[in-house]
């Protein structure tokens, strides 16, 4: 292999001895890394992870399910079909994971253990800062979505025990769409959401595999015994027009976006290799797929092109192995919000030290109220825009499109600034097989990203 250096010089790129700290405060909580030691030579050296390759198969398919699975029906749907959705979303894995591999390959070329650690030491400060705001948005705009899917299974179960006609709105005050919501936003995510640390994760990752697997089993169960009462729309066999094709690829990428956790996850292995790291991530994205194909087929076929974009909404409110579905869902979400908020809040923590040239090592007092205060804006603003946007699907379209960010983008340029990196006076064909690689996605991702922006703005120019 080529000999490979990567912005070695890490004062270059503004790189300031706080570093191994905001490693450690913007790694995945999912999985425990040892701190970096200069005396680390190599990447099988003393103080690595000790995640079996097993293990780490499992905690990249925890990352990826979740409650994106919801909107798979809805994507079949908007893709024009069954032949349409598989063949996209086919065709769209072979790029996810190459993703995966390329950030797995610029970790252990730069020796950086997060997601927003490689791509400031591969792709240099301005991007570095680019990824940050990227990640920081991206969070922001999941945890909008994760209240919206709260209120939504809410108002399903309200409606079976207020004993109220499917559709009518409510009448009275306490069963109301925004007062359950802030309700239940108040009484369970901010308490978990102020704390420093987050361990209880653990338990957190548990009970999303539940919901996910039970979610996706009760789906393909009442496709092949349906409901009387349940008619399917138009199947659509053939997409409208290409568009239509692509405007579901935010929707996947928002399912499969998997990657800012997938670093971390890397270096927590064993024998963290890039031959062995791509195995696990192929696996482990083949279960994924495996997941949402079921989820996705089968509510696409029970509902047709009336499937909601959120596949539980299309269900009965009344049927109760759905109302235990809702339940799992929102005792999922209600564990993820404070995960993808700390996650968030450590990346505007960050940058806002960066920023003040503030060392990390500060007082607990000041730490502790800047904390609280970017907590309650944080949770304030989420709150306040998922009770005024109640279409779960535009939401998912906006971060889908940052998604593919993540996916495409970032994972692009490292592997474009790491080939072109390499000491080689003569560059062999594989060489310049891999820029254009690099290229590609970066175009694609772009691509998504823009499409995912315009639709938005038309969206809202025509409402």
């Known amino acids: 292999m080529a000999e490979v250096s990567i912005n070695s010089d890490l004062g270059e790129w503004g790189s300031s001895s706080d570093s191994g700290e905001r490693a450690r405060l913007l790694q995945s909580p999912c999985v425990d890394t040892a701190p970096k030691s200069e005396g680390e030579a190599s990447p099988e050296g003393p103080g690595r992870g000790t995640t079996s390759t097993i293990g780490a198969i499992f905690i990249v398919v925890n990352a990826c399910l979740g409650a994106g699975l919801l909107n798979f029906p809805a994507a079949f749907s908007t893709a024009g079909g069954l032949a349409a959705g598989v063949t996209l979303q086919?065709?769209?894995?072979v790029f996810i994971i190459s993703g995966l591999v390329i950030?797995?390959?610029c970790s252990q070329a730069s020796n950086e253990r997060t997601y927003q650690e490689v791509v400031w030491a591969v792709c240099g400060k301005l991007t570095g800062v680019l990824c940050e705001v990227t990640i920081a948005i991206y969070t922001f705009g999941t945890c909008i979505a994760f209240l919206i899917i709260i209120?939504?299974?809410q108002d399903k179960i309200i409606a079976v025990m207020a004993k109220e006609p499917e559709g009518a709105g409510s009448s009275l005050w306490y069963t109301d769409r925004k007062f359950t919501i802030s309700l239940t936003a108040f009484l369970f995510i901010l308490p978990l959401s102020i704390p420093r640390e987050i361990g209880f994760q653990k338990y957190a990752s548990f009970l999303s595999v539940v919901g996910t697997w039970y979610v996706t089993a009760i789906i393909i169960i009442k496709y092949i015994w349906p409901d009387k009462e349940m008619t399917p729309g138009d199947i659509l066999t053939r997409p409208a027009s290409w568009v239509a094709v692509?405007?579901?690829m935010p929707t996947i990428c928002f399912g499969f976006q998997c990657h800012v956790s997938s670093v971390p996850v890397f270096n927590s292995m064993q024998r963290p290799k890039v031959k062995t790291w791509g195995g696990v991530v192929t696996a482990a994205m083949v279960i994924a797929l495996a997941v949402y194909m079921g989820t996705g087929i089968c509510g696409f076929l029970t509902f047709g092109a009336a499937v909601d974009p959120d596949v539980l909404l299309s269900?009965?409110?009344?049927d109760m192995a759905v109302a235990v579905a809702r339940a799992f869902i929102i005792l999922s979400v209600l564990t993820s919000y404070p995960i993808l908020h700390f996650c968030g809040r450590a990346v505007v923590e960050g940058l806002w030290l960066r920023y003040q040239g503030v060392p990390v090592e500060e007082d607990v007092g000041r730490e502790r109220r800047r904390r609280v205060l970017q907590t309650l804006v944080w949770f304030l603003l989420t709150l306040l825009l998922a009770l005024f946007i109640p279409d779960i699907g535009?939401?998912?379209?906006?971060?889908?499109?940052l998604a593919a960010c993540f996916i495409f983008v970032f994972p692009g340029l490292c592997l474009i600034q790491a080939?072109?990196?390499?000491m080689e006076e003569v560059k062999p064909a594989s060489w310049w097989a891999l820029v254009s690689y690099g290229v590609?996605?970066?175009?694609?991702g772009a691509f998504i990203f823009g499409q995912t922006t315009a639709n938005a703005i038309f969206m809202d120019l025509l409402a």
């Open 151 to 153: 209120g939504d299974q």
């Open 394 to 401: 535009k939401v998912i379209s906006v971060i889908g499109g």
């Open 103 to 105: 950030l797995g390959y």
């Open 246 to 248: 692509f405007n579901a």
């Open 90 to 93: 086919m065709g769209m894995l």
């Open 440 to 444: 590609l996605l970066v175009t694609l």
């Open 419 to 422: 080939k072109l990196s390499e």
């Open 315 to 318: 269900y009965p409110s009344e």
